[in-house]
């Protein structure tokens, strides 16, 4: 693939809902990083995946937030019970080795009313 | 744990000027240290990394970055600017073999044509 590709642009929905955030990294990055991106804010660590598995999960604000990994490709970020404070945009990235350059997506806005 | 700071939250210039953004970290140890750029509506892309040897890095677009191990900086310079450079800097980190990166709030830079 040519880049970093996550879905959807956009995604609008109500407090207490659930959403799926999508991220296909570069294939054969090893390295799969999730971020949150608020309004005047630096990137927010979330959670990083080698491979399938995920060692660091400590920025994970809430147990509302979860993510998976399969086949060492497509990672999935779910949010659930949405609360407003989660509005954000969040990013993800991907690498070939954890300790290089990372390739980032173009995000996905996520407003919650 | 490690930290980065960007002193300059908005930078404003004129085309033509020179252009130096503050980076300091803190972390005792070994670092690895990059600037990423984010152009209006773009992707968060690599300009730069230091991982060792010469202090002194080229990046793309005529920028280049010093790190100063004595004053844990990692300033980012470019002795023109253009109006094309107008957009969204952000310092990070990695230290002590994490995979982790450490992102600095990011400075937005608005070059006046």
């Known amino acids: 693939g040519a880049g970093v590709s996550q879905s959807p642009s956009n995604k609008v929905t109500e407090k207490g809902k659930d959403v799926e955030l999508r991220c296909d990294p570069i294939s054969g990055h090893t390295a799969l990083y999730w971020y949150r991106q608020s309004l005047g804010q630096g990137l927010e660590f979330l959670i990083y995946f080698q491979g399938n598995s995920a060692p660091d999960k400590s920025g994970l604000p809430s147990d509302r937030f979860s993510a998976e990994r399969t086949g060492g490709s497509v990672s999935t970020l779910t949010i659930q019970r949405t609360q407003q404070e989660d509005s954000a945009v969040y990013l993800c990235a991907s690498s070939f080795m954890g300790d290089n350059e990372q390739f980032f997506g173009p995000g996905t806005r996520l407003t919650v009313l | 744990a490690q930290s980065v700071s960007q002193h300059n939250h908005h930078v404003i210039l004129s085309e033509a000027a020179s252009l130096e953004l503050g980076c300091n970290y803190s972390?005792?140890?070994?670092?690895?240290l990059f600037w990423y750029v984010q152009y209006p509506g773009q992707h968060l892309q690599l300009l730069l990394k230091?991982?060792?040897?010469?202090?002194l890095v080229k990046g793309i677009k005529g920028f280049e970055a010093e790190f100063i191990k004595s004053k844990f900086s990692f300033n980012l310079r470019k002795p023109s600017v253009q109006w094309s450079d107008t957009a969204e800097y952000f310092c990070a980190l990695t230290a002590g073999g994490s995979y982790i990166p450490t992102f600095g709030r990011g400075t937005s830079l608005i070059v006046h044509p």
């Open positions: 972390y005792g140890g070994t670092v690895n």
């Open positions: 230091y991982f060792s040897g010469d202090p």
